[in-house]
Nanobody, 123 residues
Framework: QVQLVESGGRLVQAGGSLRLSCAAS????????MGWFRQAPGKEREFVAA????????RYADFVKGRFAISRDNAKNTVYLQMSSLKPEDTAVYYC????????????????WGQGTQVTVSS
């Protein structure tokens, strides 16, 4: 079992930056592949970024390439999402997720989810 707690979401102006954190606890959390997803009101949850257990492999949605960066610190059992050049359309609840096997963009391949943190980008 892995527990995930996101933090760092807040109101930010367009063009600004924000760093989200996801603290993982439970058995061997550092062995898990991690992902960030987001869900805006009235929309389906969508993939943002993912990272391998060692941090050597990453994957991004096309709409965040060059603006967002995923990283992890296994000593702290924490995964980060550094977001820059934020746009109003980035407004959403951001979720952290974990799976045992893949750097995946598919929600169904993740076994554990956090409760989410709200990011609001004002224009």
């Amino acid at each position: 079992q892995v527990q995930l707690v996101e933090s760092g979401g807040r109101l930010v102006q367009a063009g600004g930056s924000l760093r989200l954190s996801c603290a993982a606890s439970g058995r061997t959390a550092s062995n898990y592949f991690m992902g960030w997803f987001r869900q805006a009101p009235g929309k389906e949850r969508e993939f943002v970024a993912a990272i391998s257990e060692a941090g050597t492999n990453t994957r991004y949605a096309d709409f965040v390439k060059g603006r967002f960066a995923i990283s992890r610190d296994n000593a702290k059992n924490t995964v980060y999402l550094q977001m820059s050049s934020l746009k109003p359309e980035d407004t959403a609840v951001y979720y952290c997720a974990a799976n045992r096997w893949f750097v995946s963009s598919r929600t169904r391949e993740y076994d554990y989810w956090g409760q989410g943190t709200q990011v609001t980008v004002s224009s």
